[in-house]
T-cell receptor, first 113, second 113 residues
Framework: DVKVTQSSRYLVKRTGEKVFLECVQD?????MFWYRQDPGLGLRLIYF???????EKGDIPEGYSVSREKKERFSLILESASTNQTSMYLC????????????FGPGTRLTVT | AQTVTQSQPEMSVQEAETVTLSCTYD???????LFWYKQPPSRQMILVIR??????QNATENRFSVNFQKAAKSFSLKISDSQLGDTAMYFC??????????FGKGTRLHILP
């Protein structure tokens, strides 16, 4: 059974803190994605990676960076958290970039105070 | 740029009724894929159904079926004999060949007992 896990379900951080969100998949997928989900805005792509050490900006990369040192792990980094980054963050993976099925993690609800 | 529009932010229906969720999209492509994803409360998002644009026959998965109108760029999801477990956020999504998935803003569906 396919599995995507995220390090935390809920996270509370202070403004200015450096925040790491971790995502791990056990399906040997090439591609991994980070989205943020906000009410009324749907899912918006932050960054994606199609290979180890490779990354591409999505639609809203500002204020975020990513790291993929191993195939199974994709990290989202908020260098200096701000209150407008309070959101639900979803990680997903897919076998190939054009695969129509992405497998999602349970999400991390981040609150920045 | 491709866009996906879900015109119903929220819907409620009685258990056992049939409900239709609307989705329209805009593209100049001829080869693409359309999907409906389901995100139950506090649970992971999963793929419900997919449709390849080159296929004229509407996709069906048990109680879930789509009405794909290519010329009208419409892709609605019909849920028959709705169940309490169908309560979820539903996202319509579009993907052109070799590209990333674009999600709509979602429809929150409540199945009432």
């Amino acid at each position: 059974d396919v599995k995507v896990t995220q390090s935390s379900r809920y996270l509370v951080k202070r403004t200015g803190e450096k925040v790491f969100l971790e995502c791990v998949q056990d399906m040997d997928h090439e591609n991994m994605f980070w989205y943020r989900q906000d009410p009324g805005l749907g899912l918006r792509l932050i960054y994606f990676s199609y290979d180890v050490k490779m990354k591409e900006k999505g639609d809203i990369p500002e204020g975020y960076s990513v790291s993929r040192e191993k195939k199974e792990r994709f990290s989202l980094i908020l260098e200096s958290a701000s209150t407008n980054q309070t959101s639900m963050y979803l990680c997903a993976s897919s076998l190939i970039l054009s695969s129509y099925e992405q497998y999602f993690g349970p999400g991390t609800r981040l609150t920045v105070t | 740029a491709q866009t996906v529009t879900q015109s119903q932010p929220e819907m409620s229906v009685q258990e056992a009724e049939t409900v239709t969720l609307s989705c329209t999209y805009d593209t100049s492509e001829n080869n693409y894929y359309l999907f409906w994803y389901k995100q139950p409360p506090s649970r992971q998002m999963i793929l419900v159904i997919r449709q390849e644009a080159y296929k004229q026959q509407n996709a069906t998965e048990n109680r879930f079926s789509v009405n794909f109108q290519k010329a009208a760029k419409s892709f609605s999801l019909k849920i028959s004999d709705s169940q309490l477990g169908d309560t979820a956020m539903y996202f319509c999504a579009f993907m052109r060949e070799g590209d990333k998935i674009i999600f709509g803003k979602g429809t929150r569906l409540h199945i009432l007992p």
